[in-house]
């Protein structure tokens, strides 16, 4: 978690009790001191021997191109949660913005692109009727310019509001620049499994544009039907 000092305590490195305190490009953070799990699903292997290939990637570029998405990183600034703009590495830049490209089927970028204006999401929904093995997605976006990636997360209590962490990709697609139905049921239960009747899930919409800059995601609530 990013965290922002204050006037009289500027920095901090190291452990602290249960947690331990350090610092990247990102800003100040903390996490838990924790023994990590290591996890090997299916999908879990796929994102990491994607990472593994892009950094692979990155090493077979040449050096003019990798002068070339170092130079690039002002053109993509990211802000933290405390608003405050920071840049990327030349090597995330690329890992970043390829791996949104990948993961939604498009060819990997060896030069950085040109920025791009990133896709609106104006409306969407979900319709469920788990009797007709129906489970659709209803969005509408403002132009074509671009994928959409749909996650989803299983099942949770209703009372449970806070889900990011629980979303996974379930399936992706173009963006019509109009309003665009995805039946995606198939796709939710090969990751997460069967449904019923009165479960609460959440579902997050966002864009990839053509550069391979994610847009602000959107997150609502479902009740199966």
Known sequence: ???????????GRGKLGGQVYSKNRAGSYVRNNAIPSNPRT?????????????SQAWSGLTEQERNAWNGAVEKFPRKNVFGDTRNLTGKNLFTSLN??????????????????DS????DYSAISNIAEDELEINVTTENSNGDLVIRATPPVSPGKT??????????????TGNAQTVNVLNTYTDR??????????YFGI?????????SPEVIFRHIIQ
């Open 119 to 122: 896709i609106g999401i104006s």
């Open 1 to 11: 978690m990013l965290i922002k000092f204050g006037s009289i305590v500027t920095d």
């Open 42 to 54: 299916t999908f879990q292997m796929k994102s990491r021997n994607l990472l593994a290939q892009l």
């Open 206 to 214: 966002y864009s990839v544009n053509s550069a391979g800059v994610k």
């Open 162 to 175: 806070y889900v990011k962490n629980l979303l996974r990709v379930i399936d992706y697609g173009s963006a």
């Open 99 to 116: 791996k949104n490209l990948l993961q939604v089927g498009k060819s990997q970028l060896e030069v950085p692109p040109a920025p791009a």
């Open 192 to 201: 997460f499994g069967s449904l019923s009747e009165n479960q609460v899930i």
